[in-house]
């Protein structure tokens, strides 16, 4: 089992109902987010290109912030979820300084928090909650490994890319392109 | 015109707009760090090389530099941590490939053998001491027998374990100073690869930061030993060898950037954060002129006899090393990938 | 749920030298009670309402979740969309997820409020209880009755609970009621469609967005405009590989989706519409059939368009000709299955009625009304009305205010009601007195300075609203409303494919002193012998009077949130071969209409020419932001999170001539010398125009009481002070106003409520 998620940047609007979705359901504290939106524009008018990108932790498959975590608080659960356990989090930074998407942050209380794929809906078969919101449609989330699994068909049948893959660390949110 | 912007959302703080994870912390218990690595380094080095008694302050004086220098440095880490109650979580794992980790118990292990190191020079260091009756003189008192005449303290401790542990140590010094050589070019290496580690940071993404900030760690080292040394003999020594280092480290340097120069779109781009770009200013007049140039230049001059006190190419270059940390840490954080 | 390190199935490729280490910690011991790995609630211990969304018109069905918060207190906890809803499809948009931050907002109005004048002559609000509040509006209604009849309390409102009081303004006596839905949004576009196929569209618009094959979208900026059904339609039609078209000075969202985008120069939409029709018909690319059967005057029509060629168009609009040839057959190629979208804010130049019938004869010469992949003819639930008696016809109305204006508007005309409470207004009806419910008409209504002058005109003004808006700071007695989450409202009867019921229901209890609206009329109603029109103790009773009419109830609808009911028709398209009345004149779609010549307009869509920006001036336009809703939300502690302030686009080459960089403040001045109070971020943008600015309607709040909108970004209504009204409707055309950049702040005039 590898969770992943693809986003269909063609569908996408920037809504930004997955991070308000994501901040209701985790009860991420006012002035944080797990996830967000980020927009670029390219060309010259009247010919320009426009693309909208929801973003959060890549889950990654080789995980730099795993691998710097002194404590073993950041750790991989089943289905490749990258997770910290708070009270194991002793607030170093390592992580958030080895993620290259800037996708942890300090939360107030002490401990470093980030998008866990909602592993709390995953369990009981829901879609992370930011996904099961979006009014487009365009976020597809399951198991990579299940060559018949929505999200695998739809990175089969789609063009795709990664953020930032010379980066290296092998993210497994897929923007369709 | 490409413009590329987080349109919503995302506003954490120490994140954005530019990551800050790592404050000045981070960047001073690094040069610490190096500073600690350069002078045990160079204590053991002495020892080993039977040069104990030509380099006193080398060998005696810097170890407890060392030691101030790497207390202070752990606790700037713990001050830094955003949890700091939970420090201790840091040792109750091992995880060999976090740099954190290991930094955490190199540094751990490092100032015990730094401490007993000094622990066998202190009857060298103080042989009769003078101490008002206070807490630390009730403290050493449990171990130690007080001379009756005048009051003083020698070293003649009470318990025989401690004096067979001294004799053992003094017996096998020359094992202790190849422990302690180890250990600290680990430390060097350690101060030295730990931002080189996050290679999610493009401009912390290079193999020759390690060795850059291992020379720079032990060019400091020297540089407060050719402050502290009492000696012509130790003053030009390490003047001598700081010479050497600084040339290096211009040499990395100069690489380093060509590397950047030479990489993808975003090392490039790293590159000119120095080369017009924010960090220009800071990082010229800082680090390569007044932290490398100039003393490299007075040095020359002193070694060509030209009389210059030997207190402003050291604390020259300790401040170069020191401003050097802080501006790398500082634009590492600054410079990100793009996508 | 706890999870371990040791369930990790995945080792990590290793940095260093690949050496495998386990991860495993070698002392992994935590003391029990900091082990709290996961205390991220979830749906297993929470509770469900129904609530339909009113953070919008769009009124999204869904469910309001509460659940137990750390300190174990029951906490609203999320809103998220009922399955069953066609307007949501289950799924809201951000408004309506972060519609929890309007029960949460720490701004919120507690308690009625009370103006008085201290010895110093300064004006305060004063915390009053709801006795004396309800007293003092009904005396004061009482005695606007006895001195000048009850027409001249005027009603303005918005949104569900608006509905009880209008009830209890007609008992009263008094139809002078208007909402800004009508006169500064949807008017020239429903009296136009109205004047062409017999119906306006009402909301939701019964468009087949879904089934589409070509979206025409023209100012319609779906994706930022967040009317859920529609964006949600627009993805399914991008899925579908549907072409989309959109006219638009800016680079909309929607036009990045776009297979063409054309920049037209503002107001000049009239004649890219008349060129495309020139096309259409002179390329034989209508849909013959249909037009044949179901239209009328299309030989004049013909006639009427012969001139106006692409070429003509192109010298108006800046938009190639051939780029105007190809879009006309991009559309006619998915006729039937094409919709030229009929825009939903269309009061934009003051030939807004105009613009909107050649929308929609453009779509009926495409076949599209009544089509699959067009426009569907929609059902809509009914159920019987709550017994209550007659109401006392009153004398006049708003239209009496000036007989002789805006023949084809239906509804109550807000910026009419502020003529006849304005001092210029010497003769005939007047109006004394104001009740505003959930509308911010300083925010609303353009050319703010008249409607405070109109304000200031006034004997007696209430404002029911949950926030202190602007409306509110200018209020004799200020009635703080509970939330739509805290309230039960009318059961929501919303036109669709299938008609649904949906039941709105409290989730918690009102807010500190908070009272529904239905409560508030009750009460007043009470004091003014009208108890009658009342005739419940609590509004859930009128509710389940009215299920169990239908075979339902209260308590089932409790479960299900909404209920589906079949069509009584099978007309949802329109079947070949059949007859079909149109409720025109003619009974036909009418291209020429007899009934606009009648009333004194062209009968067929004219192009005028509109005012263009002084040198070194900019128009200005506006539009939504997909998180905020006008200045409803302006202060959502959520939403707010999203987008703090509005920004100022400039294309790079406006910003080159005046030297500025994103980020930088600047204040704006308008073409008849109006100052912005605050300032305003530059965002220097390729997606802008050269002639034009954008910014984001809703922001630049001047209440000091709300404490994250307050001085956020400028108010775009700031800048509308030169108004162009559409003749035919009455509604404010607000999109001729130029603006110029001050880059230095001008000199403060205390202007804030
Ligand atoms: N998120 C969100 N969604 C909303 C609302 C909200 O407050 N927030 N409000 C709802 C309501 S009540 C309404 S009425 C609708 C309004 O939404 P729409 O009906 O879509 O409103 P418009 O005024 O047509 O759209 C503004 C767009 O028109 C463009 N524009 C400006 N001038 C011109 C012009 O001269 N010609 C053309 N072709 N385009 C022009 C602007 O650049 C902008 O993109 O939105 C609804 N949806
Ligand atoms: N300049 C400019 N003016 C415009 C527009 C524009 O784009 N630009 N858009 C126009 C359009 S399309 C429309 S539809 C109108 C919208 O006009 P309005 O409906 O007046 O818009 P809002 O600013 O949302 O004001 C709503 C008020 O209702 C209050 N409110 C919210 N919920 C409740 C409730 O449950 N009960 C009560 N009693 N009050 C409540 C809010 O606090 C707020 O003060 O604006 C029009 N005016
Ligand atoms: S909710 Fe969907 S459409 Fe909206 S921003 Fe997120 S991914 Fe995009
Ligand atoms: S995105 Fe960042 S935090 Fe997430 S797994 Fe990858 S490196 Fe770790
Ligand atoms: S901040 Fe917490 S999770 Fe991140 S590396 Fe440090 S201990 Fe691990
Ligand atoms: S998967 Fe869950 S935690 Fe991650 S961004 Fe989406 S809602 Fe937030
Ligand atoms: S469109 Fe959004 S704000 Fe409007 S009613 Fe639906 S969920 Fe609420
Ligand atoms: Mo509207």
């Known amino acids: ?177 | 015109m490409r413009e590329e912007l987080i349109t919503s959302g995302r506003m954490n703080p120490g994140i954005d707009p530019v990551l800050h994870g790592w404050h000045w912390p981070i960047p001073f218990y690094l040069f610490v760090g190096g500073l600690a690595a350069g002078l045990l380094f160079f204590a053991a080095y002495k020892v080993l090389f039977g040069k104990e008694k030509d380099f006193p302050t080398a060998v005696m004086i810097g170890p407890f530099v060392a030691l101030a220098a790497i207390v202070m440095g752990l606790m700037a880490l713990i001050y830094d941590l955003h949890h700091p109650l939970y420090a201790w979580q840091l040792f109750t794992t091992i995880r060999i490939e976090s740099p954190m980790s290991w930094g955490a118990w190199t540094l751990m292990i490092v100032s015990i053998v730094n401490a007993v190191w000094i622990f066998t020079y202190l009857k060298k260091i103080f042989p009769d001491f003078n101490l008002k009756q206070n807490f630390l003189r009730k403290v050493i008192s449990n171990f130690i027998e007080e001379k009756q005449s005048e009051g003083k303290l020698n070293w003649d401790w009470k318990y025989k374990f401690l004096r067979d542990f001294e004799s053992f140590l003094i017996k096998n010094r020359k094992a202790l100073a190849w422990l302690m050589m180890i250990l600290s070019i680990i430390l060097g290496v350690y101060t030295g690869i730990l931002l080189s580690a996050f290679n999610a940071r493009p401009l912390w993404n290079t193999a020759l930061l390690g060795p850059l900030f291992l020379t720079s760690g032990f060019s400091t080292g020297a540089a407060m030993l050719m402050i502290l040394s009492k000696t012509h003999l130790e003053k030009i020594a390490f003047s001598k060898i700081d010479v050497l280092l600084i040339i290096i480290e211009l040499f990395f340097i100069t690489h380093m950037f060509m590397g950047y120069l030479a990489g993808s779109e975003v090392k490039a781009e790293a590159a000119h954060y120095f080369m017009g770009g924010e960090f220009t200013v800071t990082f010229w007049v800082n680090v390569i002129i007044l932290g490398l140039v100039v003393p490299l230049a007075l040095e020359t001059m002193e070694l060509l006899n030209v009389k210059i006190p030997v207190i402003i190419p050291g604390l020259l270059i300790l401040w170069g090393g020191m401003m050097f940390r802080f501006i790398m840490v500082d634009a590492g954080q600054v410079i990100r990938y793009l996508y | ?753």
């Open chain 1, 1 to 177: 089992m590898r969770y992943g998620m693809a986003i269909d940047t063609r569908k996408c609007v920037g809504c930004s109902d997955c991070v308000v979705a994501c901040q209701t359901e985790n009860s991420i504290p006012h002035g944080y987010t797990r996830d967000w939106i980020s927009e670029t524009v390219e060309g010259m008018y009247p010919n320009l290109a426009l693309e909208i990108r929801s973003e959060r932790c890549n889950h990654c498959d080789d995980t730099p912030c795993v691998r710097t975590c002194p404590t073993g608080s950041s750790h991989i659960i089943e289905g490749g979820i990258v997770k910290v356990t708070h009270e194991e989090c002793i607030g170093c930074g390592a992580c958030i300084e080895s993620c290259p998407y800037d996708a942890r942050y300090f939360h107030p209380e002490g401990y470093v928090d980030k998008c866990t794929f909602c592993d709390h809906r995953v369990k009981n078969g829901q879609d992370p909650a930011c996904v099961s919101v979006c009014p487009t449609h365009c976020m597809y989330f399951g198991d990579l490994d299940d060559p018949n699994s929505e999200i695998s068909k739809v990175v089969a049948k789609n063009k795709v890319k990664v953020l930032a893959p010379e980066a290296g660390t092998k993210p497994q949110i897929f923007y369709l392109v």
């Open chain 3, 1 to 753: 749920m706890k999870t371990t390190r040791r369930d990790f199935i995945k080792i990590s490729s290793l940095g260093i030298g690949g050496l495998a280490l386990s991860t495993s910690p070698i002392l992994g011991w935590v003391p029990s009670f900091l082990k709290e790995d996961d205390n991220t609630p979830d749906d297993s211990t929470a509770k469900r309402y129904p609530n339909y969304c009113e953070v919008c018109f769009w009124n999204c069905a869904g469910w309001v979740y509460t659940n137990k918060d750390k300190d174990g207190n029951e906490k609203i906890w999320k809103i998220i969309g009922n399955d069953d809803d066609p307007n949501s499809n289950g799924r809201f948009c951000p408004r309506g997820t972060g519609g929890i931050g309007m029960y949460y907002d720490k701004d919120r109005l507690r308690k009625p409020l009370k103006r008085v004048t201290g010895e110093d002559g300064n004006q305060t609000f004063v915390e009053i209880e709801w006795d004396e509040a309800i007293d003092i509006v009904a005396k004061k209604m009482k005695e606007i009755k006895t001195k000048y009849g009850p027409e001249s309390f005027a009603l303005f409102k918005h949104g569900t609970s608006g509905k009880h009081f209008a009830t209890l303004f007609k008992a009263y006596g008094s139809k002078n009621m208007a909402g800004p839905a009508y006169s500064q949004c949807k008017a020239p576009r429903e009296e136009g469609f109205r004047m062409t196929f017999g119906h306006p569209l009402h909301s939701p618009e019964p468009l087949d967005i879904r089934n589409t094959r070509c979206l025409v979208l023209i100012g319609s900026h779906l994706g930022e405009n967040m009317h859920n059904g529609q964006v949600q339609e627009m993805s399914e039609a991008i899925e579908n590989g549907a072409s989309i078209i959109t006219v638009d000075p800016r680079f909309s969202t929607a036009a990045s989706k776009s297979k063409f985008w054309l920049p037209i120069k503002p107001s000049t939409d009239i004649a890219l519409l008349l060129a495309w029709m020139h096309v259409i018909i002179k390329e034989k690319r209508y849909d013959i059939d249909y037009v044949e059967k179901n239209t009328s005057g299309f030989e004049q029509l013909k006639n009427h368009v012969k001139n106006f060629t692409p070429e003509w168009a192109y010298g108006i609009t800046t938009i190639k000709p051939d780029i105007i040839r190809k879009t006309a057959r991009e559309m006619a190629a998915a006729s039937p299955a094409v919709i030229i979208h009929p825009g939903r804010h269309a009061t934009w130049y003051g030939d807004d009625t105009q613009r909107s019938r050649a929308i929609a004869i453009l779509n009926a010469l495409l076949g599209s009304w009544g089509r699959r992949g067009g426009f569907f003819n929609p059902e809509k639930a009914k159920l019987p009305k709550y017994p209550m008696p007659a109401f006392p016809k009153p004398k006049w109305s708003w239209r009496d205010i000036a007989p002789d204006k805006y023949p084809l508007a239906k509804m109550g005309v807000t910026n009419l009601l502020i003529d006849g409470s304005h001092p210029d207004k010497k003769e005939g009806h007047k109006i004394k007195a104001w009740f505003v419910v959930g509308t911010n008409l300083p925010v609303t209504i353009p050319n703010s300075k008249r409607t405070i002058e109109a304000i200031h005109n006034q004997e007696f003004i209430v404002v029911v609203d949950t926030m202190p808006s602007e409306m509110a700071g200018y209020a004799d007695i200020v009635l703080p409303e509970a939330t739509y989450l805290e309230r039960y409202d009318d059961l929501r009867l919303a036109q669709h494919r299938e008609p649904t019921i949906a039941l709105r229901m409290p989730a918690a209890k009102p807010y500190a002193e908070t009272r529904p609206g239905w409560k508030m009329c009750k009460d007043i109603a009470g004091k003014l012998g009208l108890s009658e029109y009342f005739n419940y103790n609590d509004y859930s009773e009128v509710l389940d009077w009215q299920l169990k009419k239908i075979g339902s109830s209260l308590d089932e609808m409790k479960e299900i949130g909404v209920m589906k009911l079949d069509r009584k028709y099978n007309d949802l398209y329109f079947h070949e071969h059949m007859e079909h009345e149109f409720e025109t004149p003619t009974g036909k779609i009418e291209f020429y209409s007899n009934g606009m010549l009648a009333a004194g307009f062209a009968p067929m869509p004219v192009y005028t020419k509109h005012p263009e920006p002084p040198k070194g001036f900019y128009r200005l336009i506006y539009g939504r932001a997909p998180m905020h809703t006008f200045s409803r939300t302006t202060n959502n502690p959520y939403l707010m999170e999203l987008m703090k302030e509005n920004a100022l686009w400039v294309n790079p080459k406006t910003a080159k001539d005046w030297g500025l960089k994103t980020g930088q403040r600047v204040w704006l001045q308008n073409h008849q010398g109006a100052v912005s109070t605050f300032s305003i971020a530059v965002r220097v943008t390729e997606r802008i125009r050269q002639d034009s600015v954008y910014m984001v309607h809703g922001f630049g709040r001047l209440n000091k009481k709300l404490t994250k909108g307050y001085g956020a970004g400028i108010s775009d209504t700031e800048m509308v002070t030169d108004v162009k009204i559409d003749k035919e409707t009455g509604s404010t055309g607000m999109r001729s106003n130029f603006v110029t950049f001050l880059t230095e702040e001008p000199e403060k005039k205390e202007k804030t409520v």
